[in-house]
């Protein structure tokens, strides 16, 4: 008798600790699912955040460019990689009304001891407070969006980005 109460009790307990988890896949799968994410042909959240000079840059003030917003971070292998890519699109389209913006959460110090050894030459804002990652909604990292001269989003690519592959995106907008 003792060893038919302790199994079924373990059954019960192992059932408990079940039930949370199956009601919620349960409703998850018998809800509706509505996305807000951001994406192509929405308009760009608004952002305003301070360059690595301690200038402040907003997405309103670069409207009648086409913007190249580039999410990032320091210990992102891929994000690493295409910072010459990023660099070498930057200074061939930059006098074409185009412009590139890296956004990190990083802090101004660990940009400046990266770009010791990695080359950047377009802004780089700081978003310390992770909100323009959020309004975004930019993971996993790298994600660069390609922002026509009205401030709607036309293009949104996930993983690391060539100056090839920029070019591309960059022309149809012309």
Known sequence: MCYYVSVKRAKAAAWKSILPAAAFFLLAVALPV????????????????????????SLTGLRGKIVVVNFWATWCIGCVQELPQLSGFYDKYQDRNVVVLGITEDSPGEVKALSRTVRISYPILFDTAAKAHRSFEASPLPVTFIIDRTGVIREKIFGSVTEKRLEAAVQKLF
């Open 34 to 57: 509505t996305s807000h994410a951001i994406g192509v042909s929405q308009p760009a959240p608004e952002i305003a955040l301070k360059d690595n000079s301690g200038k402040l840059v």
